[in-house]
């Protein structure tokens, strides 16, 4: 049987598991967002996903609203069996529904754990040290429908958001195939999502992203390692923003929270048991760069109170 496949997705996260269905499969079409100013020229820019679809000559739609009539009109002439999302918006149920065989979604976490859009960001940052993927029917509520497949990948204390990010996408093309096969074959019979043990992983917004130095150690590591590099941990520091890409923990117990200490090449910031030592920074108006390189130029204070 020939399956009609469409995909959606945005970033660079989506497309390795589209390459993967493509080559298996083929695809019908590919919806993404549309082309957004960026750069200093404002330029359009296109979507990975649309990058990687233009490359294999797949068509592509990029709607304004997935709600739109028009659009919903033009995807309903593929004759979907099969929708597969991953990374992209909430579809309305006119979209979903219009899959012959099913709509799923490939969601970076091992749900019920870590409902929403930042789920890799919050495990990091909740201190878990196993994440993976799962694969569930879509249904209206997000991230709530019936669980097809789910990996699982176990990471060390210390793993970046980013790293993280990586790992997953690198096994997203596996469980989506998997998926689609299992779809096909018919026999299937989907695991209800268990809600008394759903936990949220909500959008990440600026003032998320800002350390408390009264926490523990511990908990401000998590909240670097789990915003690194992007959109990056933050602190003011002689009235400039100052984000930690990444840091570890020091034995120095010297100093009040919030108070920093320079110390040869070290940036040492206390915690309330503690402190950590800064390793890759961005200050603000500047590049990532290593601490101690930001160090090599300070004229500043070598102890004080962040500010």
């Known amino acids: 049987m020939d399956l009609k496949i469409v ?20 695809l019908s079409a590919v919806v993404t967002v549309p082309d957004k100013p960026s750069g200093r020229g404002l330029k359009l820019g296109e979507s990975p996903v649309k990058r990687a679809a233009l490359k294999y000559g797949i068509p592509i739609l990029q709607p304004e609203s997935l709600k739109d009539a028009a659009f919903i009109d033009n995807l309903a002439l593929f004759k979907p069996d099969i929708i597969c999302v991953i990374a ?4 309305p ?5 219009l899959a012959r065989i099913a709509s799923f979604n490939v969601h970076g976490s091992l749900l019920p754990k870590y ?25 209206e509520k997000v991230d709530t429908g019936n669980i097809l497949l789910q990996h699982s990948a176990k990471f060390p204390f210390g793993t970046s958001a980013g790293e993280l990010h990586d790992v997953l996408m690198n096994m997203s093309p596996k469980i989506t195939l998997e998926t689609i096969d299992l779809l096909k074959s018919g026999d299937f019979t ?52 100052l984000k930690i890409i990444y840091a570890s923990s020091s034995e120095n117990t010297r100093l009040k929270p919030g108070h920093y200490a320079i110390e040869g090449n070290k940036f040492l ?32 204070e070598k102890f004080g109170v962040l500010s």
């Open 7 to 26: 995909f959606m997705g945005t970033p660079e996260f989506s497309v390795p598991a589209m390459e993967a269905v493509y080559e298996k499969y083929g």
């Open 88 to 91: 992209f918006r909430i579809l």
């Open 93 to 97: 149920k006119a979209v979903y529904e």
């Open 115 to 139: 409902r929403g859009a930042a789920p890799i960001n919050h495990a990091i940052m909740n201190g878990e040290t196993e994440s993976g993927l799962t694969t569930f029917i879509l249904q």
């Open 190 to 241: 989907p695991l209800r999502q268990n809600d008394t043990e759903a936990t949220p992983a909500p959008k990440i917004f600026p003032q998320d992203c800002f350390i408390d130095w009264n926490k523990p150690t511990i908990e401000v590591l998590n909240q670097i390692y789990g915003l690194s590099p992007y959109p990056g941990a933050r602190t003011n520091f002689n009235g400039q923003l």
């Open 269 to 300: 910031i206390a915690c309330s048991d503690g402190a950590i030592a800064l390793d890759r920074i961005i200050p603000e108006g500047k590049r990532e760069m290593k601490a101690e390189d930001f160090l090599k130029g300070f004229r500043g």
